[in-house]
């Protein structure tokens, strides 16, 4: 994608830079999961802008100052497709980056990543271990104070708070799940969601048969009635 001008060439912002969505299925599933939970989350949530492994760029002229973090909400911005984010266009940071780590990226995560996304202000930061290779518990979490990263303990029940999502954030048997703090409720996967609406749909089939059965005896009890009616009325009739 092409952007700022210099001299007569236009400086190009790739869309891409060619390494791997994630290393494992298990990194990838986590991935397009926290996604599409957090994005349907903040479906009808103005100015939420929700992505996952999409190039953001933070210095203007230079393409080479870039990061791709695996999941990063952006505040006070419109709700649309991007294919990058430019920091100087957007005029706001991600008020949350969600990285799912491993032992091949941990010096990554929880050094230069950890170290830009606080330059950038990015408010709180979490690191999810999937595969629990390394990082001890497998979910960290970090809130910025002045200007730097402080390592937040977790509230009651193993869960952190993310006071800028509204979401509390724990492990279920090592998955990484969503709870909205007003409700209590966790916030459904693709997955779940295909099968709560499968359940849905078959919850209606089931009320439309039973009651066309129903309505079908009830048509029966009421013909069997009537026959009966004009049984006796004959047999007053005829005495």
């Known amino acids: ?26 990194h990838i599933d986590a991935l397009i999961s926290l996604r599409e939970a957090l ?7 103005p100015h939420v802008y929700v992505a996952g492994n999409l190039l953001l760029y ?3 002229g230079d393409p080479t100052a870039c ?8 505040k006070r911005v419109t709700k649309q497709n991007r294919r990058i984010y430019r920091l100087w266009e957007e005029g706001v940071s991600p008020a949350v980056v969600i990285e799912i780590t491993s032992r091949s990226t941990r010096l ?15 408010q709180e930061y979490f690191v999810y271990d999937p595969l629990g290779e390394y990082l001890q518990p497998p979910l960290q979490s970090y809130r910025l104070q002045g200007g730097e990263y402080e390592r937040m303990p977790p509230a009651d029940e193993g869960r ?6 509204g979401l509390q954030l724990c ?15 966790p916030l459904l996967t ?22 066309r059965v129903a309505e079908g005896r009830a048509a029966e009890i009421a013909a069997e009635l009537d026959r009966v009616r004009a049984e006796l009325e004959r047999q007053r009739r005829e005495s």
């Open 39 to 45: 994005k349907d989350h903040f479906r009808d949530t």
């Open 160 to 165: 952190y708070v993310s006071q800028e999502l």
């Open 171 to 185: 492990l279920e048997d090592g998955r990484l799940r969503l709870i909205d703090q007003a409700s209590g409720e």
């Open 108 to 122: 990554e995560d929880l050094g230069t990543k950890r170290a830009l996304y606080a330059m950038l202000g990015v």
């Open 1 to 26: 994608m092409e952007g700022t001008v210099t001299g007569s060439k236009p400086i190009v912002y790739p869309e891409t830079d060619g390494k791997p969505m994630a290393e494992t299925d298990v």
């Open 190 to 211: 693709p997955a779940e969601a295909q099968a709560a609406r499968r359940a849905a749909e078959a919850r209606v089939v089931q009320e439309a048969t039973a009651r």
């Open 58 to 60: 933070y210095e203007a």
């Open 67 to 74: 990061v791709a973090p695996d999941i990063f909400v952006v």
